[in-house]
């Protein structure tokens, strides 16, 4: 039986293949391993390419040049909180230098909210 949030996460690599991504930089985190797996499986594939940081600031300039490199949108993925945060930078330089940039965060589930669950 799958669970639905990986089907979720498979959707989600469907869909940015079909929007023209052909690059993934993922920051690994508990909140998005089924994003992590999804994406793992899509660049075994050969669907996509995932590049794997631990930084998220770095990640996010990953992806510009990758963008600029390829003239194709790039995502980055991390999990929530204060890992968004840290790719501030980038997308602001990305915003002003018009790079298509595609951030994709994993929150907390809806009932984690407000209960101070870490990231």
Do not use: K, W
């Not at 590049?51 to 510009?64: K, N, P, S, W």
Request: glycine share 8%; proline share 6%; net charge positive.
């Amino acid at each position: 039986m799958v669970n639905p949030s990986t089907t979720q996460a498979r959707v989600v690599v469907d869909e940015l293949i079909r929007g023209g991504v052909r690059d993934v930089v993922l920051c690994p985190g508990s909140r998005n391993a089924p994003l992590a797996f999804a994406l793992h499986d899509a660049d075994r594939a050969g669907r996509l390419r995932l590049h794997v940081r631990i930084d998220e600031r770095t990640a996010g300039f990953l992806a510009i040049g990758l963008a600029l490199a390829e003239r194709a949108p790039v995502c980055v993925a991390m999990t929530s909180g204060t890992a968004v945060a840290n790719l501030g930078p980038a997308v602001v330089e990305a915003n002003y230098a018009r790079v298509p940039l595609i951030v994709l965060s994993a929150n907390r589930p809806y009932e984690l909210l407000g209960t101070g669950a870490n990231q």
